[in-house]
């Protein structure tokens, strides 16, 4: 499924830019997210990026040379991207119940790694950011 992102290279997004693209239903999920990364997380600085021509600009959170997630804003929503090695992937699994029907659709598919996954979350409601919360606990560990 297509998602309509931030796609044009050269132009770069300002924040105003960015919260217009989610909109006001979403935009609340967006803040608490950073929010959260913020608080949790001390370290992990955003970074907007342009990740590529597919995907488009992103926040990037890392700490030195450990990537946590990236965010990608789209309209009406936004999307996470946490890459899991084989033992995150494993602990992911293993909790898979705890998650929202949405999340547990994504983590129920074949990856198509050998070891971990590239993990998408589409973030449209609080229940995805509450199995966003998991994943990134999973993730930190």
């Known amino acids: 499924m297509a998602y ?16 217009k693209k989610i909109g006001k239903e979403v935009l609340p999920i967006w803040d608490e997210v950073s929010r959260h ?3 949790n997380y001390p370290g992990y600085e955003p970074e ?4 590529n021509p597919q995907h488009g600009w992103a926040y ?9 997630c990236l965010l990608f804003p789209e309209r009406g ?4 991207l946490l890459i899991l090695n084989e033992d995150e992937e494993t602990r992911a699994l293993e909790k898979v119940n ?4 949405r999340i547990r659709e994504v983590l129920n598919q074949p ?7 590239w993990l998408w979350v589409r973030l449209e409601d609080h229940t995805d ?11 930190a560990d």
């Open 111 to 117: 990856s198509s790694l050998p070891n971990g996954r």
């Open 60 to 68: 990037r959170y890392r700490k030195e040379a450990q990537q946590l």
């Open 4 to 19: 309509e992102r931030l796609l044009e290279r050269d132009q770069q997004p300002d924040n105003d830019t960015v919260r």
């Open 48 to 51: 907007l990026i342009y990740y």
């Open 129 to 139: 950011f509450v199995g966003l919360k998991m994943l990134l606990e999973i993730k």
């Open 77 to 80: 929503a936004f999307s996470a």
């Open 37 to 39: 990364l913020a608080e």
């Open 98 to 101: 705890y998650f929202n029907a």
